[in-house]
């Protein structure tokens, strides 16, 4: 593994602030915060029960917490106590996921595998080109008229 990506994960695992963080995956582009762990699940949690901004600590100014949402969410907690040393998984919050059509999701956590990271980054990106020069190939559009022909 990077050993700059895993002193990364491990700061976030700690509970230290990181800089926003740029992966690509696959196609994709994926933009997010590095947080705990642990954190996912109160960010989901949060997330769920309709709480915004997104954050990894439960907000003072909101309703009683909802124990269905979190005892469902507590399926997601592993059986055994993972290898703190081994980290499989990069958790990132306030995610924006942009796709290769242009389109884009924004999630409030993920947790991306490392092995799904192709590159990544936390220096301030530009675009070059134009943005349909960005895209792939592009549609085109035919008018045409059909005339039977009577032999």
């Not at 055994?80 to 999630?107: K, N, W, Y």
């Amino acid at each position: 593994m990077d050993e700059r990506l895993a002193a990364l994960i491990e700061a976030a695992e700690n509970g230290r602030e990181c800089p926003a963080v740029s992966v690509l995956s696959g196609s994709q582009l994926i933009i997010g915060t590095p947080i705990s762990s642990k954190a996912f699940l109160e960010v989901s949690y949060w997330a769920t029960v309709g709480h915004k901004p997104w954050g990894p600590t439960r907000p003072t100014d909101t309703p009683e917490p909802d124990t269905k949402t979190w005892e469902r969410l507590q399926s997601l907690e592993p059986r055994t106590i993972p290898d703190p040393e081994t980290h499989h998984a990069l958790t990132l919050q306030s995610v924006r996921i942009s796709f290769r059509d242009g389109s884009a999701l924004e999630v409030p956590t993920i947790r991306l595998p490392l092995a799904a990271i192709s590159a990544w980054w936390v220096a301030p990106a530009r675009r070059i080109g134009s943005k349909s020069s960005q895209q792939g190939p592009g549609v085109g559009v035919g008018v045409g008229v059909a005339i039977p022909f009577d032999f």
